[in-house]
């Protein structure tokens, strides 16, 4: 049985959809004439585990139909990144018949940074999309690629973190936008004041370090460094940063080339973006189609009322607005009831 996203990651991605309203170039973000949702992951939820995916007999339906005109489609898309997230895209987008070029001419860090260097002045999506429209105006290719992560704490289990991935494609000729969506808290997003080098070492044992880089500060500090990944620098950076500062800041470096980890995370975003691709709209035959919106509270199996269960999943095309409902539950269990088990 599948289970699904909560309909409050549909609401907080669709407001995330506001797009900016500046003439600069490198700021504008065109609007496009429709926009794919594409949510999966799996995460928490208070009483019961939830798993949201396309089941495997699903993504094999897309396979088999999205094979067959695959070949209509212009083969190339350039991918507008600086910190080598292609090693992980291409292979993926590969097998379904499309070359990644890796466009690196443009410093994708000038549109926002972790570490707030360059802070974001447009939201996560609108970045994305930012990005693979710029991919296209650069080398004229028909397909633009962008990638946006955001870091914070998990939205049910505060005291966890949590990583929200976003990969935009976009369809120049079409103008047709399509997001895959990743939520995750398989992340080792963190950040500690120390004031010891003893407390520095055990902020980096639990990040995972070396393997994932840490940094060291911030913008103002005359100390300030990313991507730290020798034990040797490391300590020195902070004996050397503990000299003028009583207590130093550190946090994991959470660019996809220093962290391991969030580089799964795209990998698997692209996972959901290569299914999208195949999953083609029944009115008008462009990609993208998808869910787009969760209806809840499936009625309680004792009492009727709305249970933590969604009852249904609507799938859209923003192009053309064709809309199916897809049944989840007719009746929810007693334990995801409020009422039966508050």
Known sequence: MRNSLPTYFNRHLLELLEHNQGHDRFNRVDHPRSISLFVLGSFAWPYIPIKYYFGNSVLRLFSQVGHSITHLMTNEIAFLTCHQKETVVAPILK????????????????????????????TQIQAALKKAQLATEITSCRYGLGSEGSFGPHPQVYLLPWNLEVLALWDRLEEHAIY??????????????????????????????????????TPTDS???????QEAE????VKAALKK?????????????MNPSRMRSI???????????????PQCHLPGYGLTELIKGAPCEICAAPTRLPRAEKWSCLKCDFTEMHPLHAVGPAKNCDVCNP
């Open 180 to 217: 895959a969506i990743l939520g995750t808290s398989e992340t080792n997003f963190a950040s500690e004041k120390v004031s010891s080098l003893n407390d520095a070492m055990a902020f980096a044992a639990k990040s995972d370090f070396p393997s994932h880089a840490l940094i060291l500060g």
């Open 245 to 257: 500062n009583p207590s130093v800041w550190l946090e994991t470096d959470m660019r996809a080339h």
């Open 223 to 229: 100390f300030f460094a990313k991507g730290i990944r």
């Open 267 to 281: 990998q698997h975003t692209t996972e959901k973006l290569s299914a999208l691709l195949l999953s083609y709209c």
């Open 234 to 237: 490391f300590q020195d950076r």
């Open 95 to 122: 097998k379904q018949g499309f070359l990644v070029r890796l466009e690196s001419s443009f410093d994708t860090d000038s549109l926002g940074t972790f570490t707030g260097e360059t802070p974001r002045a447009l």
